[in-house]
Each structure stands twice: as C-alpha cells, then as structure tokens.
C-alpha cells in the first residue's frame, strides 16, 4: 500500500516537473488540455458541493416551518378558545337581559333560580335550583323559563329547591286550550330525554274544537300554576281507547333537557316569610362569639 501511494507521488511530482521544463507555448496548451479534461469533474464537484447545501438548507428550513407550523398551531388553538369564550360571554349576556325583560314584564315575584342538579335516578323527573326558602322559593309554586311552563317546587329546603317537571306522570297541570277555550288536565308521560311529547291532555269531548299546533296555556284552577303560562303545543289528537273522548299530546315549549336556569313563581307571603327567616338567621360574629363562649 505504501509502495503504490510513493509511486502515485513520484508520478505526480514527475508530471509537475516536466510541466514545468515545457517551452511556455507547449506547457500552455498540455495545461489547457488537463484543464478541459478534469474539468468535468470539477463541474461534477460543484455541482455535489452545491446539493448538499441545498439539501442542508433545505433540512434547515424544515425544522424552522415545523417549528412555525407549531408556533401557528398553538395561536390557532389559543384563538378558538378566546373565540368560544366571547361566544360563551355573548349568550350569556344575551340570557341574562332576556331573563330580566322576562321578569319586568311578568306580573308575578319571580325568583331567578340556576339548575345545579338533576335527579341520577330519573333524568325527566326532578331538577335541583341553587335557591331555597332564604330567597322566597316555596313548595308548590309554578317555575318557568322564557319559553315556557317547566314544572313546580316540591321539596325546599333553606338554600336548595327541587322541581318536579311536566315529563313526571305525577305532575298535573290544569290547562286550557288557547283557540278553542277547552280546559283539561295535562299529565306527564315519563319519556326518556330527547322525547316528544312530554304530557298529555285527556278527556277533551269529541265535538271540541282541537287541532295540532294550538297553544295549550295555564288555566289558573286549582292555584298552583297562574293562569296564562304557556305549556306548549297540541301536536297530535287521536280518539281514547273508550272512543267517548279524545287524547291531545303535547309537546312543551321548554326544552326540559337543556334547563339552565329558571324562574319559582313567589307570593309576597313567600318573601315575607323569606324576610323573617334570613332575620332569624345567626349572624357571621354571633357564630364567632358563640365559638368563643367557654
């Protein structure tokens, strides 16, 4: 191995020596002809040289767009969720004004209640509010949305309120139809959510005036519900099984399984007594002192 590389050198360090003991017109030419036969080669080089630092680059631009594509990425998901935020923001403002133009216009105390609960073993039947018999709310009161009817209060205690809905089968409500002046009883069905309709009105006499999309509203008898409150509309009207009357199902105007909120139906003795109990209630330094007391 060593004797061919000493003979490549003395082959190279001959060739230089004759080159350089050339006339100057004959080492020109010999010159120009290595130079045109290496030349490829050298084009071939450059060429290379110049692929790779493409390539470098170009592997260098890939890490900098995935780095940007990242950066982007983030920005993307970070403006969404400011997106959702203000959506959030604008329909809750859109709620609250339509909750306060409800109570201005409705001639009843109404109390604004939020839905915290629902019943785990039926999810129709009953629904928590975050506020109880401190705030006024008492039991057999009408709760309402802005859409419509939802149900009554049945349980209260100080700072909770549960209502049981129109879905239950054991939630009555007396009713009228609003065109034809029919009065009935509407009863719920207990259908699971997503469900239409949510009660029934039976017992309407054959020769009624009823058709599918009449408004079904409070007929204020029995004074639990007040009179007018929309419960939704007649979607169907079929014979009862005797054949003596008819069958009106009834879809409601509230939306039971999306509740949010709602608004208990309360009497000046509601929040008088309300007024009386919160009095009645230890105060932050009676509790303190009474935790004092040796």
Request: hydrophobic share 45%.
């Given at each position: 191995?060593?004797?061919r590389?000493w003979?490549?050198l003395s082959?190279l360090?001959?060739?230089?020596?004759v080159l350089f003991n050339?006339?100057?017109?004959t080492?020109?030419r010999v010159?120009?002809?290595v130079?045109d036969?290496i030349?490829p080669l050298?084009a071939?080089?450059?060429?290379?040289?110049?692929g790779?630092?493409?390539?470098?680059?170009?592997?260098?631009?890939?890490g900098?767009?995935?780095?940007?594509?990242r950066?982007l990425?983030?920005?993307i998901v970070?403006l969404?969720?400011q997106v959702?935020?203000?959506?959030?923001?604008?329909?809750?403002n859109?709620?609250?004004?339509?909750?306060?133009?409800?109570?201005?216009r409705?001639?009843?105390t109404?109390?604004s209640?939020e839905v915290i609960?629902?019943?785990?073993a039926?999810w129709?039947q009953?629904?928590?509010l975050?506020?109880?018999?401190?705030?006024?709310?008492a039991?057999e009161?009408?709760?309402i949305?802005?859409?419509g009817?939802i149900?009554r209060?049945?349980?209260v205690?100080d700072r909770t309120?549960?209502?049981?809905?129109l879905?239950?089968p054991?939630?009555?409500v007396a009713v009228?139809?609003?065109?034809?002046?029919?009065?009935?009883?509407?009863?719920?069905?207990?259908?699971?959510?997503?469900e239409?309709p949510?009660?029934?009105?039976?017992y309407i006499p054959?020769?009624a005036s009823?058709?599918?999309?009449d408004?079904?509203l409070t007929?204020?008898?029995g004074?639990?519900f007040p009179?007018?409150?929309?419960?939704?509309?007649?979607?169907?009207?079929?014979p009862?099984e005797s054949g003596?009357?008819?069958t009106?199902w009834?879809?409601?105007?509230?939306?039971?399984?999306?509740?949010?909120?709602g608004f208990?139906?309360?009497?000046?003795?509601?929040l008088?007594?309300a007024?009386?109990a919160?009095?009645?209630?230890?105060t932050?330094?009676?509790r303190?002192a009474?935790d004092?007391w040796?």
């Amino acid at each position: 191995m060593k004797k061919r590389r000493w003979i490549m050198l003395s082959a190279l360090a001959l060739v230089a020596l004759v080159l350089f003991n050339l006339p100057e017109a004959t080492s020109t030419r010999v010159k120009g002809a290595v130079r045109d036969g290496i030349s490829p080669l050298q084009a071939a080089w450059h060429r290379g040289l110049r692929g790779l630092r493409e390539t470098f680059r170009y592997i260098r631009g890939l890490g900098d767009l995935a780095l940007e594509n990242r950066a982007l990425s983030e920005e993307i998901v970070y403006l969404r969720g400011q997106v959702r935020m203000a959506q959030e923001l604008a329909r809750d403002n859109q709620l609250l004004r339509e909750q306060l133009g409800f109570q201005q216009r409705f001639p009843a105390t109404l109390i604004s209640c939020e839905v915290i609960g629902r019943d785990s073993a039926g999810w129709w039947q009953t629904v928590r509010l975050d506020k109880g018999a401190l705030a006024g709310v008492a039991a057999e009161r009408a709760v309402i949305t802005t859409d419509g009817l939802i149900g009554r209060t049945v349980a209260v205690s100080d700072r909770t309120a549960d209502v049981l809905l129109l879905a239950d089968p054991s939630c009555k409500v007396a009713v009228r139809v609003a065109r034809g002046g029919v009065f009935g009883i509407c009863t719920g069905l207990g259908n699971k959510p997503g469900e239409q309709p949510v009660c029934r009105m039976d017992y309407i006499p054959q020769t009624a005036s009823v058709e599918e999309g009449d408004e079904v509203l409070t007929s204020g008898l029995g004074g639990v519900f007040p009179k007018g409150l929309l419960v939704g509309h007649i979607v169907r009207v079929e014979p009862s099984e005797s054949g003596l009357y008819r069958t009106a199902w009834i879809k409601s105007a509230a939306d039971l399984g999306k509740l949010e909120y709602g608004f208990v139906a309360a009497t000046e003795t509601d929040l008088a007594n309300a007024r009386r109990a919160a009095e009645a209630q230890p105060t932050l330094d009676d509790r303190v002192a009474e935790d004092e007391w040796p």
